[in-house]
């Protein structure tokens, strides 16, 4: 090879290597270019995360894995909307209703009493002069009405009517009007001839066909004469699972499989709801694995609460996932879940620790009637009051004297037994439920 060659070979070599260089400059731009902007949108995401403890570290993975996962032609105000606590607009009206409210109109609220607790009469037939005295001072949150207040269509639903009309103007909110009417053997109207109507099946009789559609459809067939009478409210449906056989519930259960009274008892508060009524699930933590009627006596299970996960609870744990507004906590102790012989009515860790918490419930709790043996055996009306709510329990039924309950939570919170906050919880729940009432 020539020098001229050899001149001209170096010049080839040269250019190629400057080739390789600028390529590979550009790669390495490139690569450069990649982090910077994956630093700045890092450091963006930063810029909106409130600083909150260590909230913002958990926040910010949030966001980071969520907006690699969205499309390109998403607006980034959809990322930082998605890590942004969802809060319910019911809750804050509710919240906002219940900010205004003196102390005794929130405990009024929590109340959920017979018309005769109300007025003082012996029996109450109509919505008169006096209940809605007795209202103006006494705002309650419900109703119950038994046999006794109930003669026929037409009284009924000018009864209805009128207790509305006083609780609008007095609260400018609607009060819960409730009966039991569960169909079968536990009726208050379809058992009654004068108003003509066609009683459904014992729920043992719909959980033996197995289909959840009767159920579903008791449900609806109940709601429909409830909402007709005026009525929002039904203390049923019976989500007691059927584990001993000497239990008082008996037939009110659908049965002895958890899980089959857990698809029935959810598809008929489904039936229920469609038709505007407010179904109460009950009776937490089960009824239906206890001997004894807390009617007449104390009643406990001796099941540990990994045993009553795996059965009793399961009813419940179906509604509460199935979004029930109300349920029923019963007079029924679990010792080898609260060390003691307390009533889950009674019981802060059978409220607070197991529904609430373990459970995830956020709606309503309301005890059974406080007037059973199983509390006035104990407890005067008062006392059982303020141990309710102090457990977690929103609303109190039928206590045994409603002026000495009513008063005797007032009480408790002006001396510090009960701190104001668990009232405030307890009426947002209620209201919070009224207001969904309305909004259907």
Do not use: W
Not at 124 to 140: I, L, M, R
Not at 362 to 370: L, Y
Request: no cysteine; hydrophobic share 40%.
């Amino acid at each position: 090879m020539d020098r001229e060659e050899r001149r001209l070979r170096r010049r080839k070599d040269t250019r190629d290597a400057v080739v390789v260089l600028i390529v590979f400059a550009m790669i390495v731009a490139l690569v450069v270019a990649g982090a910077v902007f994956g630093i700045s949108k890092l450091m963006s995401g930063r810029n909106h995360t409130p600083v909150n403890g260590n909230a913002g570290a958990d926040t910010q993975a949030t966001e980071t894995q969520e907006t690699e996962s969205i499309p390109q032609t998403e607006e980034p105000e959809a990322t930082e909307a998605q890590t942004q606590t969802v809060v319910d607009p019911l809750v804050e009206q509710a919240a906002q209703i219940v900010s205004g409210m003196t102390l005794e109109e929130k405990v009024a609220q929590m109340f959920f009493i017979t018309p005769e607790a109300l007025t003082g009469y012996g029996q109450v037939t109509v919505a008169g002069d006096a209940t809605n005295e007795a209202y103006q001072k006494y705002p309650v949150g419900g109703l119950i009405y038994n046999a006794q207040n109930l003669v026929d269509i037409d009284q009924t639903k000018t009864m209805m009517a009128k207790m509305q009309q006083y609780a609008d103007s007095r609260i400018s909110l609607p009060v819960f009007l409730g009966v039991d009417e569960e169909g079968g053997s536990v009726t208050r109207i379809a058992s009654n001839e004068a108003y003509g109507l066609t009683n459904v099946d014992n729920m043992s009789a719909i959980g033996a066909t197995g289909d959840t559609q009767n159920a579903y459809q008791a449900g609806v067939t109940i709601g429909t004469y409830l909402s007709d009478l005026g009525f929002n409210l039904d203390f049923a449906p019976v989500a007691d699972v059927l584990t001993v056989s000497d239990s008082v519930i008996g037939n009110r259960s659908f049965g002895t499989d958890s899980e089959l009274v857990a698809s029935m008892a959810l598809s008929e508060l489904q039936g229920l709801e469609s038709m505007g009524i407010q179904g109460v699930v009950k009776h937490f933590p089960g009824h239906g694995g206890v001997s004894g009627d807390s009617h007449s006596g104390a009643v406990s299970t001796d099941k540990s609460l990994e045993e009553l996960f795996a059965s009793e609870l399961v009813p419940f744990q179906r509604a509460i996932d199935g979004g029930a507004e109300f349920l029923m906590v019963g007079h029924i102790a679990a010792p080898n879940v609260t060390g003691d012989d307390t009533p889950a009515s009674l019981s802060k860790v059978m409220i607070t620790d197991v529904l609430r918490t373990q459970m995830g419930y956020q709606g309503v709790v309301i005890t059974d009637a406080m007037n059973m043996t199983a509390i006035t055996a104990n407890h005067a009306a008062d006392e059982a009051a303020v141990l309710a709510v102090n457990a977690g329990a929103d609303m109190i039924l039928m206590p045994e004297d409603f002026g000495k309950a009513y008063n005797g939570v007032i009480d408790a919170v002006n001396n510090g037994t009960i701190e104001e906050y668990r009232i405030n919880e307890a009426v947002v729940r209620i209201v919070k439920a009224k207001l969904a009432l309305s909004a259907q």
